[in-house]
């Protein structure tokens, strides 16, 4: 808000996850609108705010995996115009016809490989494991929504439970609150590289990032998906 207050753009755009029309019980979703927009979604506001920065804004959920990136990700855009949008239209998605497998780099160095230990862990807390052949020399993987040729997404949601993806789910800045990783056909288990979270996130390969791989991690979760803003 202060930004866009001091700087005044043209335009803005604004990310968020679709869960700010509710944390505990407010809408964040309407207090940044109030804040922020006289005009939404071509509506005029009948009482706007007084300290409203007057700007047309355009607000709607929209899904990654819409715009041909193989990551389940669904976030509110808000579109905003110093000068009236009324022309404005959020981009239409269509049918996802890739895979995980199309997005993954043919060879990773070692360190992307977890321990035996981290494995036992994820083991413990989870009972299906034993299901998909874990410590198997060659897991037997049904031909079924959860197979990439060579590989499954295990993702591990904030209760420490593991589950299976066809896609790789929302890649976050805090990956100790989703983690993610993949399931050979060998029994081995390996995080996402930094490039292949990149480039689920719509990001070319010649992509530079002058920062070492973790803080790469984190500023590829806070990013907004490219293909969805282009």
């Known amino acids: 808000y202060e930004f866009i207050k001091t700087n005044r753009p043209r335009v803005f755009i604004l990310e968020n996850v679709p869960g700010m029309t509710c944390i505990k019980g ?64 959020f981009p239409v998605g269509s049918p996802l016809t890739k895979k995980l497998k199309d997005f993954l780099e043919p060879e990773v160095a070692a360190k992307y490989y977890l321990s035996k230990k981290a494995i036992e862990r994820i083991i413990r807390r989870n009972d299906f494991m034993a299901q998909v052949g874990l410590f198997e020399e ?64 719509g990001f070319p390969d010649s992509f530079q990032w002058p920062v070492s791989e973790s803080q790469r991690y984190k500023q590829v979760g806070n990013a907004m998906t490219v293909n969805v803003i282009q």
Request: aromatic content about 10%.
């Open 26 to 89: 407010v809408n964040y979703l309407e207090k940044w609108l109030d804040l922020l927009a006289v005009t939404v979604n071509g509506q005029s506001k009948m009482f706007p705010n007084p300290e409203n920065l007057g700007y047309h804004c355009h607000w709607t959920i929209m899904q990654t995996m819409d715009f041909g990136l193989a990551q389940n990700r669904e976030r509110i855009y808000i579109v905003g115009f110093r000068d009236v949008g009324d022309k404005f239209r």
């Open 138 to 201: 060659s897991p037997t993987i049904s031909a079924n929504s959860f197979q990439h040729n060579n590989h499954v997404i295990l993702q591990t949601n904030k209760e420490g439970k593991t589950f299976v993806n066809e896609e790789a789910g929302t890649l976050r800045s805090n990956a100790s609150h989703n983690y993610m990783c993949l399931l050979d056909l060998y029994g081995r288990i390996r995080r996402l590289t930094s490039k292949e979270c990149a480039r689920l996130q």
